[in-house]
């Protein structure tokens, strides 16, 4: 009995002994505040300031609470990032990225060291502008003249000097000229030029265009603006190296040299329509370049002036004085007082970021067939490309042969065991960029493999959208190389393909970020990733892989609207694709 007593006793004393700390413990607790914070560039004034993207300082405060070691903070209601103080009692400063413009609230607690914390409460409310426009943005979509207009400033022109003329654009809008994905500007023998600047080259900025380089035998200047001496920037190409360049120079001396460049790792291909773009941040005194979206490095600049002469659209001043235009195309320039963002934003109308966006948007037609013709020896093409596939079958039993119920229009039918087929003369898409197929198909068999739509290499196909067999399930793959037998880069869907049944198929490539994805019928069924890729330059294959040597893999079955559009489409552009309409 005395010893069932004395633990007893003991127990009660341990318990006491508990909620006495417990006790002391909610005390603490209940002292504890929540820190006090500070910024220089979120400053809490009711006003606007930086931008989505933009990082700024806040600086913790213990505010009085002598033991806290330490501060748990988030944006808009969450309390998870931990910084230490920098002495108890102290405070620490932390750099915040915010991601969307408009008022936000930042939360906090304070801990101290035996882990008591006050609540997570709302202890600072800033305001974030949203990003500031262009200062310049000249499309280029005229056509016709030699002068282009911008579209940011009334009034404002860029004049052309010497030789212009115009050819079709990589971006740009429908109506205006016979083209109907834009116009750009030809600049081979002349250039377009301002009669002031544009931007500020001292300061923040950003200048990016689409560019065709047709000859990479010698240095050229797709965008520049001019110093008295020299170009205060230039963005285009150096022959020595062979690579995509943005570069300045350190003062506009008549022998100053470019000696602040940034080259793309890899060299420029010529021919092809590419984004270049490239940002001055004097914050940071450094430049940077982007090839598609992807960031190529960049260089320190502490030393920038400003150049107040003409911007140049197609060429630039050169060291010693010496004239440098451009051998090709430039379509869709655009210049900002800023540094656009790298980072995805929660508020851009695509969820990326700023460089994506102009990397992989718009979205252009490239080749559109409605296959609703009634007879005849082609399928044509609905957008200024011209690209006509011709029919390698039989027009009797092809067209008008059944009836697509996404569209409710009148569609083909063809037969793989005759290997009937449309195929193109030449290629719709750059396979090696970002860009989207689709079409329209009713699987009439499931037991072999079937492609509905492709782009030719030499040895393989460069993309196939259609069926695989083994695993009864819709795809969308890249070969790896134009090799045969060579490996590939496969998405297949989530869902089984069902036979007799109208489906819509689309399948996108992002090149900035290297991934493939596959939609069915306006939803997403599946996704992967991508490592490398090339140009598959020859012809499209509607019902077939195709290749140099033929066909493989023919179509048994209903085809209606194919499509291959540059560029990556969004679930906002599907439904517009799906019914044969431009992306928005």
Known sequence: MRRSLTRTTAAAAALALALSLLGQSSALAEDIRPPTV????????????GAPGQPGDFTFDANGVDDAVAFYYGLDGVCSTRVEADAPGGSATVSITPTRAGPRGLHARSVDAYGNSSACERVYEFWVAPHADPVAYFPLDEGRGS????????????EGTGAIDWARGRAGTRGGTNRLEGASVVTSDGHLRTERPVVDTSGAFTVTAWVRLDDADEDAVAVSQNGEHVSGFQLGYDAHERRWA???TSADGVDAAFDRQVLSREAAQTGAWTRLLATHDPAEDRIDLYVDGVHQGGADHASAWNAGGAFAIGGGTGQGGSVLGWPGAVDDVIVWERVLSDEALVDSSTGRSEVWEYANRPVVQEGVW????????AAADSTDHGLDATLHGDPATVWDAAYSEIRFAPAVVLDGALAEHFRTD????????????????RLDHGAADAVALSQSGEHTSG????????????????????ADGGGAHRVLSDTSA?????????????????????YVDGQLAGTTTREGSWHADGDVV?????HDGGVERAWTGALGLAQVHQGVALRQDITHIRFGRPPV
């Open 426 to 441: 030449g290629a719709a898409v750059r396979t090696d960029r970002s860009f989207t197929a689709s079409a329209e198909v």
């Open 463 to 482: 993309f196939a959208l259609g069926y695989n067999a083994d695993s009864r399930r819709w795809v969308f793959e890249t070969a790896s190389e134009d």
């Open 38 to 49: 500070t910024s220089d560039d979120y400053p809490a004034d009711n006003r606007f300031h």
């Open 147 to 158: 002068t282009a207009h911008d579209s940011m400033v009334r009034g404002r022109t860029a």
């Open 498 to 518: 069902v036979t007799g049944r109208w489906v819509h198929i689309l399948g996108v490539y992002d090149h900035t970020v290297g991934t493939l994805e596959l």
């Open 370 to 377: 409605l296959l609703d013709e009634y007879d005849g020896p």
């Open 542 to 546: 509607i019902g077939g892989a195709g």
């Open 246 to 248: 943005f570069r300045q």
